[in-house]
């Protein structure tokens, strides 16, 4: 049976022809374009917030709690817009974007800062979600690649001028997260504009009813509680986040790895993860659809999904900072250089794209991506601070964002094609959720290095009394102690010997990484919206015609009755 909300984005892409969804796309890149650019400095003014605020160790905590909220919420989000229509979810999700980007604005404290970056972490992957079901929904399987890069193309213009938005608002950093809070909501007018269109085309076709109107309020809410399976998610989120955040919090000047509300966090979350496991091969609608996993084609690109974003964080979780502190570097420059990245992994993927309309294949292409991203950790390893330096920083980056281009959104192309369009939100969602995990594992083990061994390398090469504001306040630090005084050198070789074990420790992860691309499968990419599209619709005339027999018959009963 095909949900409504399916269903109706079925109905809504058949409105448009090439030229409307072109323009459709367009409207999506505009949208797509508001919310990366926020993206791509808020990450700037996060680093900034947090050192202000006097906890800039902290920026990893804050990292992996967003991280643990994008893992549990994209399977409900999924399920939300297969029942309600894409619509409406994306409208609900920008009101918590609104809220926690202005939250965030007026924070005074780390933690209503963190309070408000959830809130925001909510709406922003509602928003990444949504926009990528919704560019599933309106492309065939050859053209899939190149419709799932539209949300990432603006990052070839954002990688040029995020530097110049967040040098020259990072000394104002709470009007620079709270006008986010006005553009994003305006820029997904034209967006609303389309599916309103389509919408009023469409009111003449046949829906199926809403689960709403065949329940009834009571038995409706009852049974979206099941579909979206509360308690699976509370379990996931509670175990990733009582196992992460602690890992992160243990270290700093002074280790608290024997205290209580260290180790009973910890404790719990790892009894929580069993649990989870436990109810979900029992759930009625479970997020984790543990039969989908049985296949090569999901797990396989389950494991680049999570892997990617682990071996990413463990260089580019602190990368900011380091460029800043340890490469003399600019804020404008320094942001340029960590986004380098997702522009030449962009550009990458959108030629790709184009190609694999004809080859149809993504396989090769693959496997050779996560190779690259090896050799990429490899260069890192060598460059970690000093003058110079940031030359091989950006070969690095740019190698990486080649590599990703050649197979992140592939192997999310290749995943889509293993299941039909029903579920079809659901297995990018839950990609999306794996990658999440991944988040949140590289913040949280990035993080668990740097607050174990930094404030250790520091007190090493620097008075004992400039520990504290080197290790909690960097940014404000080292405008008192400029490049060449020995207080900087200290803390430049600090940085140093941190980022080699962060760097060695990516470069270790990159083998499965490259072991989970050998078992993808290389399917063949037809014209059509999935590979089961024959298969979906022999289905629905099957359940047509059973339908329409019970009728059948009574008509033929009638007539012979008739007859007689």
Known sequence: MVSSG??????????????????????????????????????????????????????????????????????AIARLSDIFGRGVLLASVLVFFTVGTIVQSQATTIGKFAGGAILYQVGYTGLTTTVQVITSDFSLLNWRLLGLLVPTM????????????????????????????????????????????ANHKSRDEEVPISDLKKLGLKNFLIDLFWKLDVIGNFFLAASLALVLVPLTLAGGESSEWKQAKIIAPLVIGFVLFPVYIVWELHAKYPITPFKM???????????????????????????????????????KAATRITKLYTFVGTITGSILGLLVVRIRRLKGFIIFGTVTWMAAMGILIHYRGGLGQETGVIGALCLMGFGAGLYTHPAEASLQA???????????????????????????????????????????????????????QPLQFIKK???????????????????????????????????????????????????????????????TEREDTPSLDKDNAATRTQNA
């Open 6 to 75: 399916v269903k109706r984005a079925e109905i809504h892409s058949r409105q448009f022809g090439r030229i409307g969804k072109l323009f459709f796309y367009v409207c999506l890149f505009i949208l797509s374009f508001a919310y990366t650019l926020d993206a791509t400095t808020r990450n700037t003014y996060q680093t900034t917030a947090a050192s202000a605020l006097h906890s800039h160790s902290l920026v990893s905590t804050v990292n992996v709690a967003r991280g643990v909220v994008g893992a549990a919420t994209r399977p």
């Open 154 to 197: 603006p990052s070839i213009i954002n990688t040029w001028i995020s530097g110049d938005i967040a040098s020259a608002m990072v000394s104002k950093w709470q009007w620079g997260f709270g006008m986010w809070a006005i553009i994003v909501p305006v820029c997904s007018l034209p967006v609303f504009g389309c599916l309103i269109y």
């Open 293 to 331: 996993l049985k296949d090569r084609g999901v797990w396989s690109a389950l494991i680049l999904a999570i892997m990617h974003k682990f071996i990413y964080y463990m260089q580019g979780g602190y990368m900011y900072t380091v460029l800043l502190v340890a490469m003399k570097q600019s804020v």
């Open 418 to 472: 293993t299941t039909n369009h029903e579920h079809m939100a659901v297995i990018t969602a839950l990609n999306m959720a794996v990658a999440s995990v991944g988040d949140a594992f590289g913040n949280c083990v990035a993080g668990a290095i740097w607050t174990q061994m930094m404030p250790k390398e520091l007190a090493k090469r620097m008075d004992p009394s400039l520990v504290s504001s080197a290790y909690n």
């Open 481 to 543: 102690y400029t490049w060449g005084t020995p207080e900087r050198d200290g803390m430049v070789d600090a940085y140093r010997a941190v980022e080699k074990v962060l760097t060695i420790t990516g470069t270790c992860l990159c083998i499965p990484l490259i072991a989970g691309s050998l078992f993808i499968r290389d399917h063949y990419l037809e014209s059509k919206i999935s590979l089961h599209e024959d298969d979906e619709d022999s289905e629905n005339e099957k359940t």
